[in-house]
């Protein structure tokens, strides 16, 4: 039998500022990423190789990522994400789940964030207009949250993009494609770029 452990994730989201243009939400950090108290700091995980193909940065996401795992040095990551104005954030404030294994199905049981930790979010970001949940997981339970969510109407939904309006304010959510090493391979990641790339010049 897998063993299996309780997972905390942050209820921050990082960076903390308030001009934050785009939200990308997960589901829950992967043991390392916990262990390296940062997002998407697994050595299987891509999105920072993402962000650096979309922003032609070369690999400067990618040396800050590894600036904060080796140096414990977070300006280079949050000034660069600042200056992209993006923001990270999760669905699940703790899961139980399978230990050392950070796929979305190996999650049991999730403890999903509330519908005022967003508003937070959406109200300290004025010029907030987007959403981009990295995972199918993600994308419905985030929907799921809104749903729950008094002060949010559904306009439109579908499998891959929804329409939120939030006090008169047009939130655009979209379903991505996961970085994860399982899903970004030589075969796939250009694929997988195009299409974060897309979203993001929405």
Same mark, same amino acid.
């Given at each position: 039998?897998?063993?299996?452990?309780?997972?905390?994730?942050?209820?921050?989201?990082?960076?903390?500022?308030?001009?934050?243009?785009?939200?990308?939400?997960?589901?829950?950090?992967?043991?390392?990423?916990?262990?390296?108290?940062?997002?998407?700091?697994?050595?299987?995980?891509?999105?920072?190789?993402?962000?650096?193909?979309?922003?032609?940065?070369?690999?400067?996401?990618?040396?800050?990522?590894?600036?904060?795992?080796?140096?414990?040095?977070?300006?280079?990551?949050?000034?660069?994400?600042?200056?992209?104005?993006?923001?990270?954030?999760?669905?699940?404030?703790?899961?139980?789940?399978?230990?050392?294994?950070?796929?979305?199905?190996?999650?049991?049981?999730?403890? $999903?964030?509330?519908?005022?930790?967003?508003?937070?979010?959406?109200?300290?970001?004025?010029?907030?207009?987007?959403?981009?949940?990295?995972?199918? $997981?993600?994308?419905?339970?985030?929907?799921?949250?809104?749903?729950?969510?008094? $002060?949010?109407?559904?306009?439109?939904?579908?499998?891959?993009?929804? $329409?939120?309006?939030?006090?008169?304010?047009?939130?655009?959510?979209?379903?991505?494609?996961?970085?994860?090493?399982?899903?970004?391979?030589?075969?796939?990641?250009?694929?997988?770029?195009?299409?974060?790339?897309?979203?993001?010049?929405?």
């Amino acid at each position: 039998m897998k063993e299996i452990i309780n997972s905390h994730g942050w209820e921050n989201s990082f960076p903390q500022y308030n001009k934050a243009q785009i939200l990308i939400v997960g589901t829950i950090p992967s043991d390392e990423g916990i262990k390296n108290k940062f997002y998407y700091s697994s050595k299987k995980n891509h999105m920072y190789e993402i962000l650096d193909y979309i922003f032609a940065t070369g690999k400067q996401f990618h040396n800050a990522k590894h600036a904060k795992i080796n140096n414990n040095d977070d300006k280079c990551l949050e000034d660069l994400l600042k200056k992209y104005k993006i923001m990270f954030n999760d669905v699940y404030s703790s899961v139980d789940k399978h230990v050392n294994n950070s796929s979305d199905s190996q999650i049991i049981n999730g403890n $999903l964030k509330e519908a005022n930790d967003f508003y937070r979010i959406f109200d300290e970001n004025k010029a907030m207009g987007k959403v981009i949940c990295n995972s199918k $997981l993600a994308y419905k339970e985030f929907i799921k949250i809104m749903q729950s969510a008094e $002060l949010v109407k559904i306009m439109q939904q579908d499998e891959q993009k929804s $329409l939120l309006d939030y006090g008169n304010r047009k939130i655009k959510v979209y379903r991505a494609q996961s970085p994860s090493g399982r899903n970004y391979r030589a075969d796939t990641k250009d694929k997988i770029n195009q299409e974060w790339k897309k979203i993001i010049n929405k």
